[in-house]
C-alpha cells in the first residue's frame, strides 16, 4: 500500500446528540479510530444533530469530554449537521430540477393500512407535480436495479433498491433533513473514504450507494463492525437505556473494548496508560478479526 493512498484515508464517527457515549458507542468510535491511525489517515467527527426533536442539550459538548478522556483525539474542526442546512437544501434542489423527488402527503396510518406485511411505499404520490397546500415529505424516486457492494466485513451485499425499499423519504413532512440523505452529503463534504459504523446500519447502506449514484457522487468504502448486545440479545442504545461510559478507569475500559474487539492485548498492558494502549492498538490493529461477526453479547 502506498504513502500516497495512507495519506489519503479518510474516516468519521458521527454520534448525535441524543445522551452521553455508551459502551457500543464507544466501540465503534474505538474501531473506527484505530482503522484511520492504522493508515496514517484522519480521523473526524461529525456531531448528528438535525432531530432536534431528539436532541439532548449538553449531550454534544459531554460527547467530546468523552472522547478526549479516551484520548481519541480528532483532526479538523467538528462538523455540525445544523451548521449545513444549505448545503443540503442545494442538493435537494439539484434533485428537484432533475425531477427526481416528490412531495408525498401520505401518513403513517394511511400507509398502514395499504401496507399490510410491507414496508415498501405503494407510490400514491409518486404522480404529484404541484406542491400540496398541506404539510409533505420529499420521497426519491427509485428504480428497480441492483445496488451490489463488499463491505470489508460482511462481505458483499445485493439489494434491489426499487423492491426492498421502494421510494424512500429525504426531507420529512417536519422540514428535518432525513438521515439517508444528510450522511450522503455529509460524507461528500468530508471528503470521507470509508465510513467504519455498527452493523446494525448495514441494511440502509445500498439506499445511500444508491443516492450516492443519483448525485453523481462517489460512494466511500464501508466497514460495519459488530454490534455489542446485552445479556438479553438487545443492543446497547440509548433506546434500550444503555448506561453512559464509565469514565472513573478509562485505562482499563480500552483494554477491555480491545479485547471486546478481539485484538488480544498482550497481558503486560494491564497496567498501561491510555496512551501506550492506543499505540499498541494502531501498531497492531487487525480489522480482520471481526470478519463476518454481526453481533457481540457481553
Known amino acids: 500500500m502506498s504513502s500516497q493512498h495512507l495519506s489519503a484515508y479518510r474516516g468519521r464517527f458521527a454520534p448525535s446528540p441524543t445522551g452521553s457515549l455508551h459502551l457500543g458507542s464507544l466501540y465503534t468510535a474505538l474501531a473506527s479510530f484505530l482503522q484511520a491511525r492504522s493508515q496514517q489517515g484522519q480521523w473526524l467527527i ?6 432536534t426533536p431528539r436532541n439532548v442539550a449538553g449531550a454534544a459538548s459531554e460527547i467530546l469530554k468523552t472522547l478526549e478522556t479516551f484520548e481519541l483525539f480528532w483532526d479538523e474542526q467538528v462538523f455540525y449537521q445544523s451548521q449545513h442546512l444549505e448545503t443540503y437544501q442545494s442538493f435537494i434542489a439539484q434533485l428537484s430540477k ?16 395499504f401496507q399490510k406485511n410491507s414496508t415498501i411505499y405503494p407510490n ?20 428497480s436495479i441492483n445496488i451490489s457492494f463488499t463491505d470489508f466485513l460482511q462481505g458483499v451485499v445485493c439489494h434491489n433498491i426499487a423492491e426492498q425499499d421502494g421510494d424512500f423519504i429525504i426531507k420529512r413532512k417536519d422540514e428535518i433533513i432525513a438521515y439517508q440523505f444528510a450522511v450522503v452529503i455529509d460524507d461528500y463534504q468530508q471528503r470521507i473514504t470509508e465510513v467504519v459504523r455498527g452493523f446494525d446500519l448495514l441494511e440502509c ?27 438479553h440479545a438487545q443492543k446497547l442504545s440509548k433506546q434500550s437505556y444503555a448506561q453512559a ?54
Not at 124 to 143: G, V
Request: aromatic letters at 8%; a neutral charge; hydrophobic letters at 40%.
Open 98 to 113: 432533475q425531477q427526481q423527488v416528490y412531495p408525498c402527503i401520505c401518513s403513517r396510518k394511511t400507509l398502514a393500512e
Open 205 to 231: 447502506t445500498p439506499q445511500q450507494i444508491y443516492l450516492h449514484q443519483v448525485l453523481g457522487l462517489q460512494p466511500p468504502a464501508y466497514l460495519h463492525v459488530p454490534i455489542l448486545t446485552d445479556q
Open 124 to 143: 400514491f404520490c409518486r404522480s404529484k407535480t404541484s406542491i400540496p397546500s398541506e404539510p409533505y415529505a420529499l420521497r426519491l424516486k427509485t428504480e
Open 46 to 51: 461529525r456531531i448528528d444533530d438535525l432531530d
Open 245 to 298: 461510559v464509565d469514565m472513573r478507569n478509562p485505562a482499563a475500559t480500552l483494554l477491555y473494548l480491545l479485547t471486546l474487539l478481539r485484538q488480544h492485548p498482550p497481558l503486560e498492558l494491564q497496567y498501561a496508560s491510555i496512551t501506550e494502549l492506543l499505540n499498541w492498538a494502531i501498531a497492531n490493529w487487525q480489522a480482520n478479526a471481526l470478519k463476518a461477526i454481526r453481533f457481540h453479547s457481553l
